[in-house]
C-alpha cells in the first residue's frame, strides 16, 4: 500500500532554516503529483506548495520566495526547503501524493514544524 513518511522537523528560530523530506513507497512516485501541506492549531489545513510529476511548481503566497519544493524521482522523496521561518509558520506539516489518472490522494502522519525563540 501507499506510504509517505516525512521527517525533518523541528524547532527552528525565526529567521532560521529546514529541510523537510517526504520518502513514498507502495507507489510508482512519477505518476503522482506531490505537496506539502500545513495545519496550525485551530486552523485549516492548507497547501504550502505542489510540484507535479512533470515538475511544474506553485506556492502559497504566504511561502514563496522563501520555501522551495522538488523531487528525486530516483529516490521516491519529495522535499520542501524552507528559509526565513516566521513564528506563523509553525504548524504540523503533512506529505500528500495525489495521482495524475485516478486523482486518489494519500497522507503522511506528519511532523511538527516550530518556529520560536
Known amino acids: 500500500q501507499v506510504q509517505l513518511v516525512e521527517s525533518g522537523g523541528g524547532l527552528v528560530q525565526p529567521g532560521g532554516s529546514l529541510i523537510l523530506s517526504c520518502a513514498a513507497s507502495g507507489m510508482i512516485f512519477r505518476a503522482y503529483d506531490m505537496g506539502w501541506y500545513r495545519q496550525a492549531p485551530g486552523k485549516q489545513r492548507e497547501s504550502v506548495a505542489v510540484?507535479?510529476?512533470?515538475?511544474?511548481?506553485n506556492y502559497a503566497d504566504s511561502v514563496k520566495g522563501r520555501f522551495t519544493i522538488s523531487r528525486a524521482n530516483a529516490k521516491n522523496t519529495v522535499y520542501l526547503q524552507m528559509k526565513s521561518l516566521k513564528p506563523e509558520d509553525t504548524a504540523v506539516y503533512y506529505c500528500?501524493?495525489?495521482?495524475?489518472?485516478?486523482?486518489?490522494?494519500?497522507w503522511g502522519q506528519g511532523t511538527q514544524v516550530t518556529v520560536s525563540s
Open positions: 500528500n501524493a495525489k495521482n495524475t489518472l485516478s486523482k486518489n490522494g494519500y
Open positions: 510540484i507535479t510529476n512533470g515538475g511544474t511548481t
